[in-house]
């Protein structure tokens, strides 16, 4: 799953989001970047797009049946995330005191 990925999915979970909002929730993405990661997940049915055909144009991106199942999933990684940090944070602590050392 690219980098962002997960990210878009649970800015999509609440429901149609234009492009311009997704970007601003999702912290540090480029435009460019955004676009082709929004690009391929609607390839791999992910995502799903309407253009609607009003001036000035918009277009909505929202989560498909195959997107809503990745939902449950990244909850749990995100719970997993929020249960496990100490033990994180002490694990990268230990591997760049041992990588200091070496050096």
Known sequence: ??????MIVITLSSGPVRFGDIRSSVEGISGKVLSS???????DG??????????????EY???PL???LHDPL????AWAEDHIEQVMQARDNFDEVAERRL
Do not use: F
Request: aromatic residues 6%; proline residues 11%; charged residues 25%.
């Open 37 to 43: 990661t929004l690009r391929d997940l609607e390839r």
């Open 75 to 78: 909850r749990a990684l995100g």
């Open 46 to 59: 992910i995502v799903s797009r309407t253009a609607y055909d009003e001036m000035p144009p918009r277009v």
């Open 1 to 6: 799953m690219p980098q962002w990925t997960a």
């Open 67 to 69: 997107g809503q199942t």
């Open 62 to 64: 929202e989560l498909p």
